[in-house]
Structure formats: structure tokens, C-alpha cells
């Protein structure tokens, strides 16, 4: 399927030119992504829509504006080392060990375009079109072991994410009874800085990721989406779908992901993105984007 970037109607649905060039900046992306992995043998697969577009429509759900990745945690890890050497401007790696925001994934943004999420953050938050880079972890598979490493996988997560309200809450006897880790870890976790805990949930996540053949992304649990979960026997092979004018990878056991994601996934239903709001554009460098909306006051 060639990439064209004509205003067309895609199963009922208006794709503007410039949304095809969103779309085009994102495959720009992608294929750079995609050399890094094969030069150093590292495995990924499309996910969330974008492996519902490949399997559905070639190419792009019409009303979808990202691309979205899975990689197993242990290679999610291997890309953390390499890719802040590899990709470069205009081309920049984003995650928590970059930017001050709490994730559990990597962006991979181009400044020459704009997607700006976060209008208040300052010109050093890089707001250009992104793809999404997500790491499957295990998780809790009704054992008790399972359930413990789920737990404490949160309880890290918290002293990430909620440290403020931990530290105010120090005092209160209440508080310890969320915790499956001790008090001394809680103290220390919460008192590094957000990178360095960040690494202690990603090496905790890591060293537990051949427990069981039960798999979740992470952004999943903290979303509550606690229905959706993965074998991993779904990923033991790489499979390659027609995406636009690539190929790209995709978990053998793609339909049983679809059907877990989206039930009767074979049947378009127009739907939204989970970016609604946020502002795009591909011809202007988001910094600038920046500027204007701060001359306009965010009109």
C-alpha cells in the first residue's frame, strides 16, 4: 500500500492531508526505530491501534493519530542503554530519565513537528509528533507469589508516583498497611531522585519477567485495565503485516491480542483517540507552537 497524502474518506471517516502528514512524520519514525532494532537484534511488535490498523486496514485506524510499540521488558531494557546515543536531532528520545514526567515507556518525538499534550511545561519538554515504546511485564496470574511481585511492583510505583503524599503522610500509622515492602525501603525509594527510583521499578519489573506466561503492560494496571492480558506464548513468533508502505512485526498470536483489546475487531466502529485535545501539527516546530500559544494566551 503506497502513502499518499491526499484529503480522502477512509471507511466513512474525513483523514485530512494534514493528518496523513502526522501520520507520514510517525512512519518516519517507526523505520528509524526499526533500523536501530535490527542493527542490534533487538525484537518489537506494533501494538494498541496501530496492530489493529496493520491487521485491519494496512495502514492506519482513519481516526487514530500515533503509533504505539511493545517490546519484552528485558529487550525494552537492552534499548534504553542504545538509543540515547543513537537517536539524535532532529530526532529525540524521551522518557523519565530525560524529561520530568512519571513514565513507564519511551517516546521517540521529532522537534520538527508539534504535539503538544502539556501547554503550561516549558520549551525544554520535548512536545514534537511521537511514536509510543511500551515494555510487557509480568503480572498477577492468581498465584500468591504473582500477587506479591503485582504488589510491591505498585507499592514501587507509588513512591514514584505519590511520593509527596507519602512523605506528608510519614507519621500515619494507616499508611504502612499499603505497603508489602518495609518502611526503610519506602524511605529510601521516596527520597531518590524520580530516575534513580525509576530504575529500581524497572529492575524489580525485569528480574520478574519469566515468572509466569502471564503478561501486562504496565500503563495498563495503572489505568485500571486489569481485563486485558497477554500469554506469552502470543509472542513467541514475529509474524510481518502491510502497514502504508512498510512491513512491520507483529506478535504470531496478533488476532487473540485483538481480541482481547477489541472483541469483533474486524468491524470498523468510529471512535476517538486517546489524545483528543492535544494540538498537532507536522509543519511547525513545537517550540514555536509553544511561544504562539503563550502570546495567545492558550487560544
Known sequence: MSFNYNDEEIDGYYVSSK????????????RIFDALCRKHGFTYYVSYGTLLGAARHKGFIPWDDDIDLFMMRDEYMKLLQVAPNEISEPYFFQNAY??????????????????????????????????????????????????MVTRIKQNIWDCIYNRE?????????????????????????????????????????????????ILRCWSSEVMGNLYKHYEREWFAEVLYLPFCDMMVPVPAGYERILEMEYKNWRT????????????????IPYKESLRLLKQTGGK
Open 19 to 30: 493528518m496523513k502528514r502526522v501520520w507520514a512524520a510517525e512512519l518516519n519514525m517507526l
Open 98 to 147: 530525560t524529561d520530568s514526567m512519571v513514565w513507564d515507556f519511551s517516546k521517540i518525538r521529532d522537534s520538527r513537528t508539534t504535539a503538544i499534550e502539556f501547554p503550561d511545561m516549558q520549551e525544554s519538554f520535548h512536545q514534537g509528533i511521537f511514536i509510543d515504546i511500551f515494555p510487557i511485564d509480568s503480572t498477577d496470574d492468581g498465584t500468591s507469589g504473582m500477587q
Open 165 to 213: 503524599a507519602i512523605r506528608k503522610n510519614l507519621d500515619n500509622p494507616d499508611i504502612w498497611k499499603l505497603f508489602a515492602i518495609d518502611k526503610g525501603m519506602v524511605l529510601e525509594l521516596v527520597n531518590m531522585s524520580y530516575q534513580d527510583a525509576m530504575r529500581c521499578f524497572e529492575d524489580f519489573c525485569n528480574s520478574h519477567l519469566y515468572d509466569t506466561n
Open 268 to 283: 470498523p466502529v468510529i471512535g476517538g483517540s486517546l489524545h483528543d485535545g492535544m494540538i498537532l501539527d507536522p509543519d
